[in-house]
């Protein structure tokens, strides 16, 4: 199946961990849920070089534009990472962090923009007692205080929330506080289960509800004048909206056309401290390749080619949304062992290929 790539020269995301060191071990953490005792990786900076110019041969073999998302851990705390800042701005290539807020001062995000740094993404996962239970006490209050350091620098300042049923009763309110610091942007991702923990606590039916409570209060805030953007990135968002009419299935699109959902196997790759490359970060078991024994652009067509095959998805193959949803792929592979299996958040009655209900 073809992608819409169009005719400008797109960007091609690179999620790069270069260290697993942080000053958290949050519950939910991919590196640290099922072994809290795991070796900590990080790269050396010849590693990071050589990650780079992997990345940059890709992008030149692609004609695309490298975008990365600098992570860990926390990527700060990398021995290396100002080298690492003055290499990126030396490229001018643009690039987001995703880290902590703890070691964020006016010094720091001001060094960050005149490197190039574009986004600085914190999380938020529930309300003080909640959120200070997933990550660290004291954590809450730090990560709101710091949007503002952030946005002082020119920097844009992202609010992120991984949401189960631990604290999807929490959303609205977090959204309030949000608002109220001013973030320039916020979105939620659901929660991918690992290989011990197999249901995210929310029922199809309680997503869609949540969905609903949240657009009604995006629609809200938009109409009060508020400036920070909701960004809808759970692909389910789609379906409520085609649901609600305000998706509605373009007249001109092009059979076998991919047109949005899940970037998996499209334009984005991970690549962890060891060097190890995966199609997507919370897909587990997506290891692909190895950068220091690989050349990216020879594993795109080849081992990435397993995540591209839209037809194989066992709900989404014959649903009409399948070019623009998909739902995730990532909490389905958590949920049952199999990217292409059904989203367990999918609200979609009737299963197109079986005929099954599949959620009452």
């Not at 992008?59 to 534009?65: G, K, V």
């Not at 373009?250 to 060097?275: Q, R, S, V």
């Not at 997507?280 to 397993?306: I, K």
Request: one cysteine or more.
């Amino acid at each position: 199946m073809k992608q819409n790539l169009g005719k400008a020269k797109q960007y091609f995301a690179f999620q790069w961990h270069i260290t697993d060191d942080c000053d958290q071990r949050c519950k939910h953490c991919y590196i640290f849920s099922e072994d809290n005792c795991k070796k900590l990786d990080s790269m050396t900076w010849e590693q990071m070089q050589e990650v780079l110019a992997n990345c940059e041969d890709f992008c030149r073999t692609y004609n695309r534009i490298p975008y990365f998302y600098i992570t860990g851990g926390d990527p700060i705390l990398h021995p290396d990472f100002w080298k690492l800042m003055e290499c990126l701005k030396e490229k001018e290539i643009p690039f987001t962090i995703l880290g902590n807020p703890f070691h964020l001062t006016d010094e720091v995000c001001t060094r960050l923009k005149a490197c190039g740094c574009q986004k600085y993404q914190l999380s938020l996962d529930g309300m003080r007692e909640t959120h200070d239970w997933f990550r660290k006490p004291g954590s809450f209050d730090i990560t709101l205080e710091k949007i503002a350091t952030i946005k002082k620098a020119g920097i844009t300042s992202v609010i992120m929330t991984t949401v189960s049923g631990k604290n999807a009763k929490e959303i609205p309110d977090i959204i309030d506080t949000v608002v109220a610091h001013k973030a320039d942007v916020f979105a939620f991702a659901r929660y991918c289960p690992t290989s011990e923990e197999k249901d995210t606590g929310m029922t199809p039916e309680e997503y869609r509800t949540l969905l609903a409570v949240c657009d009604k209060k995006y629609k809200e805030y938009r109409a009060a004048g508020c400036e920070t953007y909701f960004n809808k990135k759970d692909h389910l968002w789609t379906l409520y909206e085609y649901e609600t009419g305000e998706f509605v299935i373009p007249k001109d699109a092009k059979e076998g056309m991919i047109y949005g959902g899940c970037n998996c196997g499209n334009c984005h790759m991970t690549i962890l401290p060891t060097g190890d490359v995966y199609a997507c970060r919370r897909v587990q078991g997506s290891r692909v390749a190895n950068v220091f024994e690989e050349r990216l652009a020879d594993v795109w067509v080849c081992q990435m080619e397993q995540y591209r095959d839209y037809d194989k998805f066992k709900k989404c193959a014959k649903c009409e949304l399948k070019p623009w949803c998909r739902g995730c792929p990532a909490v389905a592979g958590g949920a049952h062992g199999d990217f292409y299996d059904v989203d367990p958040q999918c609200w979609k009655q009737k299963n197109e290929i079986t005929g099954e209900m599949l959620c009452s």
